[in-house]
């Protein structure tokens, strides 16, 4: 394909994907083998939403990742349009856990929401509200700038996010706060209790709230 099919199918996939991806990943996706070409392309896409004054924009984050988003002036002003999370209970706690202490070991998560969390992380990366980074001989976990715009967070600043979930994770699940100060069951294998809320607390203090799920 010439340049202008390569922008294309770049600028499509990083629509598509709904969360940050890193060269290497496009890549590996797309079939470009050259990562120097496939940044020349991101920066062209980068660009060309900037000269037309576009709401939306393709930024670097995370590091070496890039993603496509609404820029934050227009974000809180739509955020209610945008789909809710079609997640369960338990994928809810999971996610509220991540948010409150990202970046965070995988391996801790599993410790302190047992086995079925490796199932909700998957799906969590899959919808683009986590990432996953490799550390060590595990991953580390952190929240996205789409999960940022869905929970009414003016912008992804894991501080501003983990204080509002500090309410959220002391509120709705003692039973994990037990385990981080080390008095509850270290057990693996956790059941799950009665199902809570996820509520996401922008700057304003009045984020949306996601509804109960049964898992």
């Known amino acids: 394909m010439g340049l202008l099919e390569d922008k294309a199918l770049v ?16 890549s590996r996706a797309l079939g470009i083998r050259s990562l120097d070409y496939l940044e020349k392309l991101i920066e062209l896409i980068a660009a060309e939403y900037t000269e037309r004054k576009s709401a939306i924009e393709v930024v670097r984050v995370l590091g070496d990742k890039y993603v496509m988003q609404v820029k934050q002036e227009y974000s809180q002003r739509v955020v209610h349009l945008m789909p809710r999370p079609d997640l369960r209970t338990g994928e809810l706690k999971t996610l509220a856990l991540i948010a ?69 994770v002391h509120a709705e699940y003692s039973d994990l706060i037990a385990k981080l100060d080390g008095r509850g069951n270290e057990e693996s294998g956790e059941s799950e209790e009665s199902p809570g809320e996820v509520a996401g607390v922008g700057e304003s203090g009045g984020g949306e709230t996601v509804p109960e799920a049964e898992e």
């Open 11 to 26: 600028e499509a996939a990083l629509f598509v994907s709904g969360r940050p991806l890193s060269v290497k990943e496009l």
């Open 100 to 168: 409150y202490l990202q970046p965070i070991e995988q391996s801790k998560v599993v410790k302190l929401r047992g086995s079925q969390a490796y199932e909700h992380i998957r799906k969590l990366l899959e919808m683009g509200l986590i990432y996953a980074e490799p550390y060590e001989r595990t991953k580390l976990l952190g929240t996205t700038p789409k999960f940022a715009e869905l929970y009414g967070f003016p912008e992804n600043d894991p501080n501003i996010i983990k204080e509002a979930f500090r309410k959220v």
